[in-house]
Nanobody, 124 residues
Framework: VQLQASGGGLVQDGGSLRLSCAAS????????IGWFRQAPGKEREGVSY????????YYADSVKGRFTISRDSAKNTVYLQMNSLKPEDTAVYYC??????????????????WGQGTQVTVSS
């Protein structure tokens, strides 16, 4: 099992980025994928989650209306489209595999495999 996160970079306040999480060794339809982020000196927090079976999506309140999670089953890849980025979105973003119940999607301990992280920096 491997998860490869990519797409991070430096963007100005109000800009957009699209992160990718390429999965191998399992089918996306069998597992959910979560996006987490961790800023310096802060705990890792759940950003968004897409369930494996039916594809329901979940978002942290801080990103609702700005971020969109999606997947391409043919490419076994999950995306996180991030619009209207703010300096407080600056963090290392990770994707992870899991099967959490809906109420626990943002708990990092519910995930068993993690990607290496990609840096997102939003300048003011």
């Amino acid at each position: 099992v491997q998860l490869q996160a990519s797409g991070g970079g430096l963007v100005q306040d109000g800009g957009s980025l699209r992160l990718s999480c390429a999965a191998s060794g399992f089918r996306l339809g069998d597992y959910g994928i979560g996006w987490f982020r961790q800023a310096p000196g802060k705990e890792r927090e759940g950003v968004s989650y897409i369930r494996g079976s039916l594809g329901q999506t979940y978002y942290a309140d801080s990103v609702k209306g700005r971020f969109t999670i999606s997947r391409d089953s043919a490419k076994n890849t999950v995306y996180l489209q991030m619009n209207s980025l703010k300096p407080e979105d600056t963090a290392v973003y990770y994707c992870a595999r899991g099967r959490p119940v809906a109420s626990a999607w943002s708990l990092s301990r519910m995930y068993d495999y993690w990607g290496q992280g990609t840096q997102v920096t939003v300048s003011s």
